[in-house]
């Protein structure tokens, strides 16, 4: 018997590649329950093989039957999981110390991550007060017997990696409910299980242009993987193109950092991938701020090239920025590398592509820009290893596969965009369509139509554009809807619900954080929440004086950004801990809510005044959305509130004498209402409070 183990093992070993890590922390001194994630009908015969031969093996039914052959060789229970009773037999096990074998999600997965766990499993964790070790299976979820073959594409030896985590255990709490504490302890393993699946997937070291190369060989370099309105690309020629491109770009390299001002697009995303193949650091810089604005972002980034296209300067009406920019940078067109790239660049790239050559880039950055609350843009140092980590860690929290497609015309200097929805498809084997401008409101819901996209991200004020236009049959085949960057409007949420259907998933982010922190998923969802933070995340809360709910977070894990870039100093490494700047409130499910940004608070008369409430309360009374609060100095009382508004009906006397009426403190009735014809937005669609403050100062000076 052992004997025929022995041959199963080296031929597994051999074709599968397998990779095991933490056989050595198992220690069955105490009973112990071991919990691997469920990706395959393989999962049981690789665990039987190389686990320690005295564990028990909780199984189906259904499934020994099936595989009555393997049951053979090792030790195991039959269970029904209908049956009630079957949870007190793993007890009995367990408490006998035979180490025990449990799929948590007690099902096969379909979406490629962890599905729900039953509360069976905390109850089993509760009353056994067992060591706990997480054990993660990479790779089989891509064999020939997983679920998934409609989904991705499957091979016949995929390369496998066993994981085993260090253990962990539950206690019961003396006069809780048992009911509350198996719910409790379920999520609890869940989460757990989570952070397991994503340490399993990370990396030290980390090179996008390699996870492309990488990410080819797993869907199959013929796959189409990104389109925009002009072309599409498979994997294939999106590599050739960029080693192509990169050949004529390497002689920028002494500069260390260029810059990018480029639409979303095919053009834009072989440009970052060329850059990213021979190690320089691409500065992503945002069109829509205005001259002034991009030129200190250039400046901060000490950037002397910048990377453009001919055909989008002259659609995007960006004469005059370029005509400013080329007084003092270098540029350089798209459609010129592009001429300049011979028929031996082509041969090249082609040799290089079918030898498999990676990069060897010592320099894997890249730089984002911040926008909004500072008055000089600081640039955002993201190393690709921060941008993966939040990959994996996005995947570890929502299911998406090769079956999905995503819509992306969020922009690539912002955060959102860039990472959720442009590499994270590209590294997935996710179909993506890049479109040039989220503001496009009638075109975009007939475009997710017409490609039957399955995802679709975007901020507040985009999704409600969207929703407006829409026909209620354009969205038909989306599964989810992701909101983020800005807080997610009530009458969006319920717009996308009556009019199409969809629960739109709200998220937090920051581009410090590469930028996803949390977000509400289908498993796990509270409304007017933004979810609870990501695997891999550590949280501090801070108190801050005058606010009584919630506090400051801060945050730390493997996707908060290098440092920053900061104008006439340089770079300034991150601290330990990033302060999100953001007021959040947790509740007892771990759900973050976030109050407002500490930045948008007014100190008026020495109370702490949240300028979000004051926004809140302004809409509610004028019954419309469009309404914006900033502060101005005020020597006397410290600051005052400015109150923005796009009607020119909205009257002060109005807003005061709903707020008396409804109870509210005199602190929040703004100094002044003013009326204006459109609240500013940034490229990313947030309001642009640096020029709304800008235009409530000039009202001073005009007043003055």
């Known amino acids: 018997m052992e004997f025929l183990l022995n041959i199963m093992r080296w031929f597994i070993r051999l074709f599968f590649r397998v990779k ?44 020994a039957q099936r595989f009555s052959w393997m049951m053979k060789f090792r030790k195991h229970i039959m269970i029904n999981p209908h049956n009630p009773y079957s949870i007190r037999q793993m007890v009995r096990i367990v408490n006998q110390q035979q ?19 039953y509360n069976g499993i905390g109850y089993l964790a509760l009353r056994t007060g067992a060591s706990i070790y997480p054990v993660i299976l990479n790779g089989l979820e891509r064999s020939k017997l997983s679920y998934l073959g409609d989904k991705q594409r499957t091979h016949l030896f995929p390369r496998v990696k066993i994981t085993i985590e260090t253990a962990f255990s539950l206690n019961r709490e003396e006069g809780k409910s048992m009911r509350v504490q198996k719910k409790q302890a379920t999520e609890h393993i869940y989460r757990i299980l989570q952070n ?11 090179n996008l242009y390699n996870e492309l190369l990488h990410s080819a060989r797993l869907n199959g370099a013929d796959q189409t993987i990104v389109e925009d309105p002009t072309q599409s690309l498979s994997y294939r020629k999106l590599i050739l193109a960029s080693h192509a491109l990169s050949q004529k770009l390497i002689q920028y390299k002494k500069e260390n950092r260029m810059g990018v001002l480029l639409p979303s697009s095919n053009g834009h995303l072989i440009a970052l991938f060329s850059f990213f193949r021979i190690g320089i650091t691409p500065a992503i810089l945002n069109f829509s701020q205005g001259i002034q604005t991009v030129r200190e972002c250039c400046e901060t980034a000490e950037i002397q090239t910048i990377l453009t296209s001919k055909q989008f300067i002259e659609k995007a009406g960006l004469q005059e920025l370029l005509s400013q ?14 001429d300049l790239v011979t028929y031996y660049h082509k041969v090249r790239a082609l040799i290089d592509y079918l030898v498999g050559h990676k990069s060897q880039a010592d320099t894997n950055e890249l730089v984002l820009f911040t926008s909004g609350s500072e008055a000089k843009p600081k640039g955002v140092v993201l190393t690709h290893r921060n941008i993966y980590a939040n990959i994996q860690q996005v995947l570890c929290a929502i299911d998406v596969t090769a079956k999905d497609k995503i819509f992306n015309a969020l922009p690539m200097f912002h955060s959102f965009g860039l990472t959720a929805g442009t590499i994270l498809p590209i590294l997935t084997g996710v179909q993506t369509y890049l479109y040039p401008s989220p503001l496009h409101y009638k075109a975009i819901p007939e475009l997710c139509y017409d490609k039957n996209a399955t995802l679709l991200f975007g901020t507040s004020t985009f999704l409600a554009g969207y929703g407006r236009f829409a026909h209620p049959y354009d969205f038909y085949s989306i599964r989810y809807v992701v909101a983020g960057a800005e807080p997610l409007k009530d009458e969006v949420r319920q717009l996308w619900m009556e009019k199409f259907g969809i629960r739109i998933l709200e998220g937090y982010g920051a581009t410090e954080t590469s930028p996803v922190l949390s977000i509400n998923t289908p498993l796990a969802y509270q409304k007017n929440t933004v979810g609870r933070l990501l695997p891999g995340m550590e949280k501090r809360i801070d108190p801050i004086a005058g606010i009584e709910r919630g506090g400051r977070l801060l945050v730390k894990g493997p996707n908060v950004m290098k440092g920053y870039l900061l104008h006439g100093e340089g770079f300034r490494p991150a601290d330990e801990w990033y302060d999100t700047g953001d007021i959040v409130d947790e509740n007892e499910d771990g759900f973050l809510t976030i109050q407002a940004r500490l930045k ?26 469009e309404v914006s609060a900033v502060t101005v100095p005020d020597s006397r009382r410290g600051e005052r509130i400015y109150l923005f508004t796009t009607k020119q009906e909205d009257r002060l006397e109005v807003l005061r004498n709903w707020l008396q009426q409804h109870h509210y403190s005199a602190m929040l009735i703004p100094a002044k209402v003013i009326a204006v014809h459109q609240l500013p937005l ?23």
């Open 99 to 117: 180490p025990l074998v449990i799929f948590p999600e007690g099902r096969i997965t379909t979406t490629g991550g962890l599905m729900k766990i």
């Open 325 to 338: 920019l080329e007084r003092s940078y270098r540029i350089v067109y798209l459609e010129d590398l592009k």
């Open 682 to 704: 940034l490229g990313s669609g947030k309001t642009d409070y640096v020029t709304l403050k800008q235009w409530a100062i000039n009202q001073d000076r005009r007043i003055l």
């Open 196 to 206: 397991a699946w994503l340490n399993s997937r990370l990396k030290e070291q980390v």
């Open 600 to 625: 948008r608070f007014a100190k008026v008369g020495g109370e702490m005044i949240s300028l979000q409430l004051v926004e809140t309360l302004a809409a509610q009374c004028y019954d419309h959305p």
């Open 20 to 63: 095991i890590q933490g056989l050595e922390k198992l220690d069955f001194s105490r009973p112990v329950i071991l919990m691997p994630n469920h990706t395959s009908l393989l999962d049981a015969v690789f665990l039987a093989l190389f686990l320690p031969s005295n564990v028990t093996f909780v199984v189906n039914t259904g499934i």
